[in-house]
């Protein structure tokens, strides 16, 4: 069973009868699975529940404003006595100091941890200095119930990047790839320079994943699972294949020549797309160029006028 069905089907037959018991809250909190964990993205396996795999849930709170410290305490016990076993699987106990994935947990703790904002309230350039793995685990999972609408309020503001944002970072991706793909790749490989061609190809395959995933309008996440996530994107999934080639074989002259068409194919995938979502109106082949088109269509002159690489 997934962990996020485990948690939801606990949170149902334990949970919400348990919240019954707090009539005056339950127009103020929210319930849900979301954080950090695979099974928050719903990449969880058999492998996955080696450790922090449990049946349990969040109970999300307000500020004390609205539900004071003596609530919170109270729902924390009545968490710790649901049952410490369901469906065979073990429950861990709650740290009374925080840092646990499941139990009560103030939104604002949450999110300010994720994102450095208590609300979703992100000015442009804070944009940048917030990793999309924290934004990722700030909106993924699900939220089985939000009975004040704060929670989902503040989700959908972190949602996805602004435009500007979003472009700015396609810029400067776009032209990693071309530095590492096109040019230095190519280099190292002539010089006999296995590592620094390897290097070369990481690059390259780095900067197109984030470029895949930014295309897509999505946040790429933790590097385990971003192979795993960029085959369920709509856009440019099928270039998986390729990607995992280029980083998983070797770079004797006659793989190299097979590298460079893999380069320049995928190269030419991301510039088609590019032109499809109407970022780009240059013809060329070389990425460098397409990078700086796509830099020119940030409206805001503050961000358009940062280094092309200030992004990345």
């Known amino acids: 069973m997934k962990g996020l069905e485990l948690s939801k089907q606990f949170y149902l037959e ?26 928050c993205f719903g990449y969880d396996d058999e492998i996955s529940q080696d450790h922090d795999f449990e049946p349990g849930f969040c109970i999300f ?46 939104m604002s703790d949450f999110f ?36 004040l609408g704060k929670l989902t309020e503040i989700r959908k503001k972190l949602a996805y990047l602004p435009e500007d944002v979003r472009l700015k970072k396609l810029a400067g991706n776009l032209l990693l790839m071309a530095q590492a793909g096109q040019y230095n790749y190519n280099r190292c490989a002539k010089r006999g320079e296995t590592g620094g061609a390897q290097l070369s190809i990481f690059e390259f395959v780095n900067a197109t ?14 590097y385990k699972w971003t192979f795993h996530a960029l085959k369920e994107l709509p856009i440019l999934s099928h270039l998986s294949n390729e990607l995992e080639y280029l980083i998983s074989s070797p770079n004797d002259e006659k793989s190299a020549d097979v590298k460079k ?37 940030i409206k805001s002159p503050n961000i358009r006028n940062l280094n092309v690489l200030f992004a990345v």
């Open 14 to 39: 334990y949970g919400a009868p348990m919240l019954k018991d707090f009539p005056e809250l339950l127009n103020k909190i929210a319930i849900g699975l979301i954080g950090s964990g695979s099974e």
């Open 61 to 106: 709170l307000p500020d004390e404003a609205e539900v004071d410290s003596k609530s919170e305490f109270l729902l924390e016990r009545a968490y710790l006595k649901l049952p410490k076993e369901y469906m065979s699987y073990k429950r861990s106990n709650v740290n009374p100091v925080g840092g646990s994935r499941h139990g009560v947990i103030r």
């Open 112 to 147: 300010r941890e994720k994102t450095g904002t208590e609300n979703g309230d992100i000015v442009a350039m804070q944009w940048f200095y917030i990793s999309e793995q924290a934004l990722l685990e700030a909106t993924n999972g699900e939220v089985f119930y939000d009975g």
């Open 209 to 222: 994943l984030k470029v895949i995933f930014l295309l897509n309008k999505r946040y790429i996440p933790y």
């Open 261 to 297: 068409e893999i380069i320049e194919r995928i190269s030419l995938e991301i510039i088609n797309e590019l032109k499809n979502q109407e970022l780009t109106r240059k013809d060329s082949t070389e990425l460098e160029c397409h990078a700086y088109s796509v830099n020119d269509r």
